[in-house]
């Protein structure tokens, strides 16, 4: 998309510095539409909500709220309605997500423009931009559409915007008829700008060619409308799961109802205990544990000034196995600073001695260049090169003088040189006259600077030597000369004329000499190398994209030790690439440079498609759809724009690049406790189904009823949420390798344990159920004796599951407030029902002596010995094989 190829009509000879009349204007602005990005027909509010009742998981909430209000349980009915609600919420602020996206982009897009029309200046709106409309640009405008220079001074733009490349490009006027074809953003020398980017220097009149979604930041807008974020593995799983197991518990429902009419010929006892079974079996936990785990997961990660905008985010960030990083911005400040200065075979490292003085010098070639520079500057090398002399001068370089003359850079002579003038200090005694001392200094690209100080070969090699190893190190470079003028070029004393003879019409009148050589870089974050260091121990990966040069792109990566830093791919070697060869390039390549949003896009796609977990980070519009594409977009809430907040799935509101790591860690202590959450879960519902089913089989008097159904949901749903969310991480959650995104979160070797424990509880259960129904024939103590144990177990499996590798007497020594106000709430409630006649006749409970309670405590620890004994064993045997791998 840009501008377009066909010459205007408004641009004929000796008419078109007019600009277009207010009737062209409108005709075209009525036939082509706002320059603002298009907005789609919104869904409405009942529509979103519908489509999110027809998912899977959404209309398992709906039917076990149903079976709860056929049950009178209104309380259980009501939670499930307000856990249906608050998924339905979630999923209409991620529906308005993009659309705030696209609302920064076109807020962003839509400037207010000064125009030529009628042959007059006028400041209009952005939106009301139209093809052919000539733009009047001055230093700082933001540029309101894609255009064609026309005529330019010294005209630069900064299109990080675009393309992440923080130092901004020099345009020229393009002197041939119609519009010349489109190139991509970046790049110095091109007659193009773009909407949305900034001039930093100079003045410029521009032809306007594309507006609107014709631009290069309405190509972004779109490619944003059109990309999906993806379900994150577990998401997957556990609707999978739950879908199966609620389609096993309306199908055991059905034939529970049908066995029971049949062998006992009793509807009504049949429905209850289908109902009752259907409720055992039916996983409502799943959604509710997921939903309250993410969200405890954004508040807790909020707490590291990391806001949380798509929650499963949350989650998935513990599982990236690709963190590709936006240098400008991210890895770096997005703003200059001198980094080394050098003159005459002396060099003084800047960032390396930030406070010790500069030599005298070195403090000449800051002089020198803050001479050369505006006292006012937009332009970030200029900035910093005055940030500098702030630190260096006790008093600003320019005090008490006047500036005489500018000659801007040209692109014959890419130098800038300043004259300026100043009263001399009090002529000698006796003298009648006195006359301003000019003082004139030049700053520009080095070969430019040795040309104005006429080099001979041999102090070019040299310098030329110095400027190459500079720019290996990924320094902007930029040379620095002062000039004498010629005799006679001099103020009249108490004259206020700038000078008493003309001055040389160019630069090269004057008599230059080489001051010395300055080297710019965008610094790194001061806490990026620990960072990554943290990445890599954490085994995750690595990968640079940038805009920026390929020398700037590698001198970046060998100073945060990414592997293979001088192994690059441009973005032009991108576009000759397969997606086969890039997809087996990415594996190894760890440094992209000269990438263009699509191609970013393209990255993050060919990692997914290698099976990657893939994290980026960035803050531009640039980053937008990348961010979006991502399993989990980063995006830097200081510096960065609302559109790639927007499209991020999470915000660093500081911009630490450390608080990534931080929120990899969280997001694993969540994956971890979230895997322990399902694993007791799965393993609960084994014994409470079984005890559902088993009797009913056998003829025997039912042992659970909904109402301890019930009761059991009120111990089971606040344990797997609450308890198990707030368990700390484990000591080696960050030295250990992300796992494999290829194996499934929800696996065999999650399942079958966890049904092995349920299956072991079901058996202990079972045996203290039937043996005193056999010994005492008495259902009411032997279904209070089952309940009792039931819940011990319940208790027993909640300790057993919070590690997998640690027994329970090793994990007690890890505080976890919630599980003791579990583990006591839980006890309390079952010894009212117990203990109080209202409550034991209401659950059909005989009394229970201690006797019967000690057999019931000690049946429930049994029920899991083996599992403890199952962890003791192996993490014995990952000890030992450890210890082998350790020796020579």
Same mark, same amino acid.
């Given at each position: 998309?840009?501008?377009?190829?066909?010459?205007?009509?408004?641009?004929?000879?000796?008419?078109?510095?007019?600009?277009?009349?207010?009737?062209?204007?409108?005709?075209?602005?009525?036939?082509?539409?706002?320059?603002?990005?298009?907005?789609?027909?919104?869904?409405?509010?009942?529509?979103?909500?519908?489509?999110?009742?027809?998912?899977?998981?959404? !209309?398992? =909430?709906? &039917?076990? %709220?149903?079976?709860?209000?056929?049950?009178?349980?209104? @309380? +259980?009915?009501?939670? #499930?309605? /307000?856990?249906?609600?608050?998924?339905?919420?979630?999923?209409?602020?991620?529906?308005?997500?993009?659309?705030?996206?696209?609302?920064?982009?076109?807020?962003?897009?839509?400037?207010?423009?000064?125009?030529?029309?009628?042959?007059?200046?006028?400041?209009?709106?952005?939106?009301?931009?139209?093809?052919?409309? !000539?733009? =009047?640009? &001055?230093? %700082?405008?933001?540029?309101?559409?894609?255009?064609?220079? @026309? +005529?330019?001074?010294? #005209?630069? /733009?900064?299109?990080?915007?675009?393309?992440?490349?923080?130092?901004?490009?020099?345009?020229?006027?393009?002197?041939?008829?119609?519009?010349?074809?489109?190139?991509?953003?970046?790049?110095?020398?091109?007659?193009?700008?773009?909407?949305?980017?900034?001039?930093?220097?100079?003045?410029?009149?521009?032809?306007?060619?594309?507006?609107?979604?014709?631009?290069?930041?309405?190509?972004?807008?779109?490619?944003?409308?059109?990309?999906?974020?993806?379900?994150?593995?577990?998401?997957?799983?556990?609707?999978?799961?739950?879908?199966?197991?609620?389609?096993?518990?309306?199908?055991?429902?059905?034939?529970?109802?049908?066995?029971?009419?049949?062998?006992?010929?009793?509807?009504?006892?049949?429905?209850?205990?289908?109902?009752?079974?259907?409720?055992?079996?039916?996983?409502?936990?799943?959604?509710?544990?997921?939903?309250?785990?993410?969200?405890?997961?954004?508040?807790?990660?909020?707490?590291?000034?990391?806001?949380?905008?798509?929650?499963?985010?949350?989650?998935?960030?513990?599982?990236?196995?690709?963190?590709?990083?936006?240098?400008?911005?991210?890895?770096?400040?997005?703003?200059?600073?001198?980094?080394?200065?050098?003159?005459?075979?002396?060099?003084?490292?800047?960032?390396?001695?930030?406070?010790?003085?500069?030599?005298?010098?070195?403090?000449?070639?800051?002089?020198?260049?803050?001479?050369?520079?505006?006292?006012?500057?937009?332009?970030?090398?200029?900035?910093?090169?005055?940030?500098?002399?702030?630190?260096?001068?006790?008093?600003?370089?320019?005090?008490?003088?006047?500036?005489?003359?500018?000659?801007?850079?040209?692109?014959?002579?890419?130098?800038?040189?300043?004259?300026?003038?100043?009263?001399?200090?009090?002529?000698?005694?006796?003298?009648?006259?006195?006359?301003?001392?000019?003082?004139?200094a030049a700053k520009g690209a080095p070969e430019a600077i040795a040309r104005l100080c006429r080099m001979d070969e041999a102090d070019w090699h040299e310098t030329q030597a110095r400027v190459s190893a500079m720019a290996r190190d990924g320094l902007r470079v930029l040379g620095v000369a002062r000039a004498t003028p010629p005799p006679g070029i001099a103020g009249p004393a108490g004259s206020d004329d700038a000078v008493a003879r003309p001055l040389p019409a160019d630069p090269t009148g004057f008599?230059?000499?080489?001051?010395?050589?300055?080297?710019?870089?965008?610094?790194?974050?001061?806490?990026?190398?620990?960072?990554?260091?943290?990445?890599?121990?954490?085994?995750?990966?690595?990968?640079?994209?940038?805009?920026?040069?390929?020398?700037?792109?590698?001198?970046?990566?060998?100073?945060?030790?990414?592997?293979?830093?001088?192994?690059?791919?441009?973005?032009?070697?991108?576009?000759?690439?397969?997606?086969?060869?890039?997809?087996?390039?990415?594996?190894?390549?760890?440094?992209?440079?000269?990438?263009?949003?699509?191609?970013?896009?393209?990255?993050?796609?060919?990692?997914?498609?290698?099976?990657?977990?893939?994290?980026?980070?960035?803050?531009?519009?640039?980053?937008?759809?990348?961010?979006?594409?991502?399993?989990?977009?980063?995006?830097?809430?200081?510096?960065?724009?609302?559109?790639?907040?927007?499209?991020?799935?999470?915000?660093?509101?500081?911009?630490?690049?450390?608080?990534?790591?931080?929120?990899?860690?969280?997001?694993?202590?969540?994956?971890?406790?979230?895997?322990?959450?399902?694993?007791?879960?799965?393993?609960?519902?084994?014994?409470?189904?079984?005890?559902?089913?088993?009797?009913?089989?056998?003829?025997?008097?039912?042992?659970?009823?909904?109402?301890?159904?019930?009761?059991?949901?009120?111990?089971?749903?606040?344990?797997?949420?609450?308890?198990?969310?707030?368990?700390?991480?484990?000591?080696?959650?960050?030295?250990?390798?992300?796992?494999?995104?290829?194996?499934?979160?929800?696996?065999?070797?999650?399942?079958?344990?966890?049904?092995?424990?349920?299956?072991?509880?079901?058996?202990?259960?079972?045996?203290?159920?039937?043996?005193?129904?056999?010994?005492?024939?008495?259902?009411?103590?032997?279904?209070?004796?089952?309940?009792?144990?039931?819940?011990?177990?319940?208790?027993?499996?909640?300790?057993?599951?919070?590690?997998?590798?640690?027994?329970?007497?090793?994990?007690?020594?890890?505080p976890n407030p919630a599980l003791w106000w579990v583990t006591g709430g839980a006890l309390a409630v079952l010894a009212l029902t117990l203990a109080v006649p209202f409550l034991r006749d209401l659950f059909q409970f005989a009394p229970l002596h201690p006797l019967d309670l000690a057999i019931c405590l000690g049946a429930a620890l049994l029920s899991i010995t083996w599992f403890e004994l199952f962890k003791l064993v192996r993490s014995r045997h990952a000890g030992m094989m450890n210890g082998r791998?350790?020796?020579?």
């Amino acid at each position: 998309m840009g501008l377009t190829t066909t010459p205007s009509t408004d641009t004929a000879a000796g008419a078109w510095r007019d600009g277009l009349s207010s009737a062209e204007a409108r005709e075209r602005l009525a036939a082509e539409g706002d320059n603002e990005l298009p907005r789609e027909r919104r869904k409405s509010m009942l529509a979103i909500a519908l489509s999110v009742l027809r998912e899977p998981m959404l !209309l398992l =909430l709906v &039917a076990a %709220g149903v079976l709860y209000v056929f049950l009178g349980d209104l @309380r +259980e009915a009501l939670v #499930l309605l /307000a856990s249906i609600s608050v998924v339905i919420g979630i999923t209409l602020y991620q529906e308005r997500k993009t659309e705030r996206a696209l609302d920064a982009l076109r807020d962003l897009a839509s400037p207010r423009a000064l125009v030529i029309r009628d042959g007059q200046p006028q400041r209009i709106a952005g939106r009301e931009v139209v093809r052919g409309d !000539l733009v =009047l640009l &001055a230093e %700082g405008d933001r540029v309101p559409a894609d255009a064609v220079v @026309r +005529e330019g001074v010294s #005209l630069t /733009a900064d299109e990080s915007l675009l393309t992440g490349e923080s130092v901004p490009v020099r345009k020229v006027a393009w002197s041939g008829a119609g519009m010349p074809p489109l190139t991509r953003p970046g790049g110095d020398d091109l007659p193009f700008i773009y909407s949305g980017t900034l001039i930093t220097g100079g003045q410029g009149l521009a032809e306007v060619g594309a507006t609107g979604p014709r631009t290069e930041i309405g190509a972004i807008g779109k490619a944003l409308h059109t990309v999906a974020p993806e379900q994150t593995p577990l998401q997957r799983e556990v609707g999978r799961l739950a879908k199966w197991l609620a389609l096993a518990a309306f199908g055991l429902c059905a034939l529970v109802i049908i066995a029971y009419v049949l062998l006992r010929h009793d509807l009504v006892a049949g429905i209850l205990a289908g109902i009752t079974l259907a409720m055992a079996l039916i996983p409502e936990e799943f959604p509710v544990v997921l939903a309250i785990f993410l969200a405890l997961g954004a508040w807790r990660i909020a707490q590291r000034r990391v806001l949380t905008r798509r929650m499963p985010a949350v989650e998935a960030l513990g599982s990236a196995t690709v963190l590709c990083v936006d240098k400008t911005g991210t890895l770096t400040l997005n703003r200059m600073a001198v980094s080394k200065l050098y003159t005459h075979g002396a060099v003084f490292d800047v960032s390396a001695q930030p406070d010790h003085p500069l030599p005298l010098a070195h403090q000449e070639i800051v002089r020198e260049a803050i001479l050369a520079s505006p006292v006012e500057a937009f332009d970030p090398m200029e900035r910093a090169l005055l940030e500098l002399g702030r630190r260096v001068f006790a008093e600003p370089v320019t005090d008490g003088l006047r500036l005489v003359r500018e000659y801007p850079l040209t692109p014959r002579l890419l130098a800038v040189t300043r004259v300026w003038s100043r009263p001399p200090t009090t002529p000698p005694h006796g003298a009648h006259e006195r006359e301003r001392e000019l003082l004139v200094a030049a700053k520009g690209a080095p070969e430019a600077i040795a040309r104005l100080c006429r080099m001979d070969e041999a102090d070019w090699h040299e310098t030329q030597a110095r400027v190459s190893a500079m720019a290996r190190d990924g320094l902007r470079v930029l040379g620095v000369a002062r000039a004498t003028p010629p005799p006679g070029i001099a103020g009249p004393a108490g004259s206020d004329d700038a000078v008493a003879r003309p001055l040389p019409a160019d630069p090269t009148g004057f008599r230059f000499e080489l001051v010395g050589l300055i080297g710019l870089a965008d610094p790194v974050r001061p806490s990026v190398p620990d960072a990554m260091r943290e990445c890599a121990s954490a085994g995750v990966r690595v990968i640079m994209i940038t805009g920026d040069y390929p020398e700037t792109a590698r001198a970046i990566a060998r100073h945060i030790s990414l592997p293979h830093p001088d192994e690059c791919i441009t973005g032009g070697e991108l576009d000759t690439l397969s997606d086969d060869a890039l997809r087996e390039r990415i594996r190894e390549t760890a440094v992209f440079a000269r990438v263009v949003p699509a191609q970013k896009l393209r990255l993050v796609q060919a990692l997914q498609a290698n099976g990657e977990v893939v994290a980026m980070t960035g803050d531009g519009v640039n980053d937008a759809p990348a961010l979006k594409a991502a399993h989990i977009g980063i995006a830097m809430g200081g510096r960065g724009t609302d559109v790639a907040r927007e499209a991020a799935s999470l915000v660093l509101l500081d911009d630490d690049f450390a608080a990534i790591v931080q929120a990899i860690r969280l997001g694993r202590r969540i994956f971890d406790n979230l895997r322990d959450a399902i694993a007791y879960l799965l393993a609960v519902h084994v014994p409470i189904a079984g005890m559902s089913l088993i009797p009913i089989l056998l003829g025997a008097p039912l042992v659970l009823l909904p109402v301890h159904i019930v009761l059991l949901e009120f111990v089971i749903d606040p344990a797997s949420s609450i308890a198990f969310e707030a368990e700390p991480e484990a000591a080696d959650v960050m030295r250990r390798p992300p796992r494999d995104p290829r194996e499934p979160s929800l696996g065999r070797s999650l399942i079958v344990p966890s049904l092995l424990q349920g299956a072991s509880v079901l058996a202990i259960v079972f045996a203290v159920y039937f043996l005193d129904l056999r010994l005492y024939a008495n259902p009411g103590e032997a279904r209070a004796l089952a309940f009792t144990t039931l819940v011990i177990a319940n208790l027993a499996l909640i300790f057993a599951n919070r590690s997998w590798t640690r027994i329970i007497p090793v994990t007690l020594r890890t505080p976890n407030p919630a599980l003791w106000w579990v583990t006591g709430g839980a006890l309390a409630v079952l010894a009212l029902t117990l203990a109080v006649p209202f409550l034991r006749d209401l659950f059909q409970f005989a009394p229970l002596h201690p006797l019967d309670l000690a057999i019931c405590l000690g049946a429930a620890l049994l029920s899991i010995t083996w599992f403890e004994l199952f962890k003791l064993v192996r993490s014995r045997h990952a000890g030992m094989m450890n210890g082998r791998a350790a020796m020579p």
